[in-house]
């Protein structure tokens, strides 16, 4: 008898040798595999990338000033006194219309900026989340956000309910997918929702917070392929080589990492109306001085609040061009704006409220580059409010971007900032009622 159990025992060990052997042979295979689906992905995503830029990215700039000073009348920014008011132009294109919730795609049609061109899952189906669980990074369950953002077809999706959605890994979005929480307090947190080689994808009105660093495993990203992933940085919303993205309305805080990174020549991109707290590092556009391919970068920073407990880069920006407009700064510890290898920086009607530390006054930081390299990249600031102390340095002159102020439509002056991000952040929309 004593035998038998010790010959069990040792088929046991064996078959336990064995299937760990399998598990890592199929991972290496599968890492192997992955390297090779990531670099395809990336190069087709590149050829995208590059349809998406414009070569004239100041017209884009002056269309963008001429919506907002069109839809911002002094009539229109009456103090508000409810039910509903919308205070620029991207609200005005669906916040007030009390068929919202019946006419969800109409969003697609309200963003402006460099992201203009975006349209996320609005050729789709809508998708109902109905199960806040990330249990299953292989097969998730349908109900669930991760089941409906790696659907190989379009998607509108939305929430049954208020909900808190802890991630375990990060997930995965594919292309063209509308993550849309009106109607419902959502809160995305645990994990960062990473954008890699996609196109058309917007994130709209949710909570995303405490996103943590994450090993790395098995995860799918979309319902062909899944595959071995690396760690996570913990990011809020990572974009890599990725165009043609809007995020709007959403409210951010605390994450390991950035709040929002868009790196590896992602571009078409605008950020508007989001409120952003509590966190250190909260945008970077541009990972790398060594990634050239970021010259392709151009994004549109409009409408949000930069609110308290932040401490810089709003943004860090490298290389492309960035149009950063009608923001409020009330709180930095550091520095608000800031970048090296020569980007073009455009700022335009926002307000600057500086710290009371007298070393943290200035608005813009080079990063680590001196005055006699930095003094031609081309950082405007044009109608920006500079309050309590606050100062941007400009520089630029002589290089092949060589802008005057005459070249621009100047945007809505930063006096009237309070007003045109007084909305800004996660929404509290109520089906059947005005947002």
């Excluded at 004239?56 to 907002?68: E, I, K, M, Q």
């Excluded at 789709?124 to 998730?140: F, L, N, Q, R």
């Excluded at 953002?149 to 929430?159: A, E, G, L």
């Amino acid at each position: 008898m004593a035998g038998s159990v010790t010959g069990s025992r040792r088929l046991c060990i064996l078959f336990y040798v064995l299937a760990v052997v399998v598990v890592v042979v199929t991972a290496a295979h599968n890492a192997t595999v992955d390297e090779e689906y990531w670099e395809k992905r990336a190069e087709e995503a590149r050829s995208f990338n590059r349809a998406a830029y414009v070569s004239d990215p100041v017209a884009t700039l002056n269309s963008f000033n001429a919506d907002v000073l069109r839809a911002t009348t002094r009539r229109s920014l009456a103090k508000y006194t409810g039910p509903c008011m919308a205070t620029n132009p991207i609200d005005r294109c669906w916040r007030c219309r009390g068929d919202w919730a019946t006419d969800r795609k109409r969003l697609a049609q309200c963003v402006r900026g460099f992201g203009h061109r975006t349209v996320g899952g609005a050729a789709g189906k809508i998708y109902v989340v109905t199960d806040a669980s990330d249990d299953e990074m292989i097969m998730p369950r349908k109900g669930t956000l991760r089941y409906g953002v790696i659907q190989d077809r379009p998607m509108w999706i939305v929430f049954a309910r208020d909900m808190i959605i802890q991630l375990r890994q990060e997930l995965i979005v594919n292309h063209n997918k509308t993550i849309d929480g009106r109607g419902a307090q959502v809160h995305i947190t645990g994990a960062q929702i990473t954008l890699q080689g996609v196109q058309h994808v917007i994130i709209h009105n949710v909570h995303i917070h405490h996103s943590a660093q994450h090993g790395g495993g098995m995860i799918r990203d979309s319902k062909h392929h899944y595959g071995l992933r690396t760690r996570s940085d913990g990011d809020g919303i990572s974009i890599m080589s990725s165009s043609n993205i809007w995020i709007d309305h959403v409210s951010m805080s605390n994450c390991s990492d950035g709040l929002i990174d868009a790196v590896n020549g992602s571009t078409a991109i605008t950020i508007s109306n989001g409120h952003f707290t509590k966190h250190d590092h909260v945008m970077l556009f541009g990972a790398s001085n060594g990634d050239a391919q970021d010259a392709v970068m151009q994004v549109t920073v409009a409408f949000n609040h930069f609110g308290k407990g932040l401490v810089q880069r709003m943004p860090r920006c490298r290389f492309g061009f960035f149009h950063v407009v009608n923001n409020d700064y009330t709180h930095w510890l550091m520095y608000a704006i800031g970048g090296n290898m020569n980007p073009t920086i455009i700022s335009q009607g926002n307000r600057f409220i500086a710290p009371n530390d007298v070393n943290a006054k200035e608005v813009t930081k080079r990063e680590y580059t001196p005055y006699d390299e930095y003094k031609e990249w081309v950082w405007k600031s044009q109608g920006d409010v500079m309050m309590n102390g606050a100062f941007f340095n400009e520089s630029g002159g002589q290089n092949e971007r060589n802008y005057d102020q005459l070249d621009f439509i100047p945007a809505k002056h930063g006096k009237y900032v309070g007003q045109l991000t007084q909305f800004a952040g996660a929404l509290n929309c109520r089906v059947g009622m005005p947002c």
